[in-house]
């Protein structure tokens, strides 16, 4: 008889009433409408971090190349084939290159230098304006997340107060389902919201040091551009820089004046 009663409690599944789903169905349209933005906003903002992640390390690798190689080329044009075609580096010296062939239509030099800088300085805020492209929708969603998560708590609690007045008492059965969702719908605001703040903010840092490197590279390629090739960066890779260290280091001591 007990094995049976055990069997039997075994047989017998227990429906939860209060869980998620439930207290989504039970919120209709309005709640799967609102739950579903929200899966935009995180999914969207998470797209948005990781290609903008891929296109600033991009960015940030090729720099290596420009320090190491780019430089050491006797002419801009043979450094630029060193370069990848589709950088942003490559594209700051064809835009040099292409200021620099109608440099000598300027008669004045002043205005020579100032086209070659404008020029140069529109490439450089065409990349930036590149890399800044989808912050404006995290930024967007990490302002507005909560508040489509509270729209979905106030219909929660409304619904809940309606179906206390229905029923004419607070019964834990009659607003359970209201207040669930009602407190699941700010759950949810708020972890999309806090990502998307989150990748903004680093975004925009990587973003910053970025635009602090091309415009760096900027002023050098126009000393160099205006010099005629004469005025290059100072250039040396790590195991330059050991080498020097280490002949720093075995190079005889000079002999010490003789004392009059």
């Known amino acids: 008889m007990f ?7 075994s047989n017998t599944e227990v429906k939860n009433q ?24 995180s ?5 948005i971090l990781i290609t903008k992640w891929l296109e600033q390390q991009k960015i940030m690798n090729q720099y290596k190349g420009v320090r190491t190689q780019f430089w050491r080329a006797s002419s801009l044009r043979e450094g630029a084939g060193k370069l990848d075609k589709n950088s942003a580096w490559r594209q700051l010296v064809d835009d040099g290159l292409t200021a ?15 086209w070659l800088h404008g020029s140069l300085a529109r490439s450089e805020a065409s990349i930036n304006a590149k890399l800044a492209g989808g ?29 206390i007045g229905l029923a004419g008492s607070a019964s ?9 969702e009602a ?8 972890l999309v919201a806090v990502p ?7 975004l925009q840092a990587r973003n910053k040091r970025i635009a602090e490197l091309l415009s760096g590279f900027s002023t050098d390629l126009l000393a160099n551009i205006n010099s005629k090739g004469a005025v290059k960066p100072a250039v040396m890779t790590a195991p330059s820089t050991q080498q020097a260290a280490k002949a720093a280091a075995t190079a005889p001591a000079k002999p010490a004046a003789p004392r009059p």
């Open 3 to 9: 094995i049976e009663l055990l069997a039997a409690a």
């Open 18 to 41: 209060f869980g998620f789903w439930e207290a989504m169905n039970q919120g209709g349209v309005i709640a799967w409408s609102i739950f579903g933005t929200l899966v935009i906003m």
């Open 43 to 47: 999914v969207g903002s998470f797209y």
């Open 100 to 114: 620099e062939e109608s440099h000598g239509k300027m008669v004045d030099s002043l205005e020579a230098h100032d």
């Open 135 to 163: 912050l404006p929708f995290l930024a967007t969603v990490g302002a507005t997340a909560p508040f489509v998560g509270l729209l979905g708590t106030v219909i929660g609690i409304y619904r809940a107060l309606i179906n």
């Open 172 to 180: 834990i059965d009659k607003v359970a389902g209201p207040v669930g």
């Open 183 to 190: 407190l699941i719908m700010t759950a949810i605001g708020l």
């Open 196 to 202: 998307a703040v989150l990748a903004y903010n680093w």
